[in-house]
């Protein structure tokens, strides 16, 4: 076994998931995280993943996320590959003591893979 190369692997996927894994928990009711939008308020209106939070990295502190159960796992996303939203929001949450994945590919994956917005705000837990 390349032991470097199972390292990086191993740890590439402690932290980042994807749209298919996210929505086949979503889907069966078998997903035990909070799945965060980390975009604009705005952008959250415009369409979001069924079941997301609203909550912009910007306005991550602890007083933002005191509600948030920290045993939980938080899965952040923005728009795409080319958005960093969802990976400042994780290094947020990571320095409040978070247990956090970035969804890699965002919104524009999700949409590629089939996967379906909703246009109402929620804004809670």
């Known amino acids: 076994m390349n032991q470097e190369a199972y390292r990086h692997f191993a740890n590439k996927l ?29 952008a959250f209106a415009s369409g979001h993943i069924d079941g997301a939070i609203s909550l912009p990295y910007r306005e991550i502190t602890a007083e933002s996320t005191a509600a948030f159960d920290k045993s939980r796992l938080i899965v952040t996303y923005c728009w ?10 994780g290094l947020c949450l990571s320095e409040l003591g978070f247990q956090v994945k970035e969804m890699f590919g965002g919104v524009e994956y999700w949409k590629k893979e089939g996967g379906q917005l909703r246009k109402h705000e929620k804004t809670s837990p």
Do not use: I
């Not at 932290?15 to 975009?39: C, I, K, N, W």
């Not at 795409?80 to 929001?89: E, V």
């Open 14 to 42: 402690a932290f980042e998931t994807d749209p298919a894994d996210v929505r086949m928990e979503l889907e069966s009711g078998a997903a035990d995280f909070l799945l965060l939008d980390a975009r604009s308020r705005e």
């Open 80 to 89: 795409s590959p080319a958005c960093n939203a969802a990976a400042k929001a």
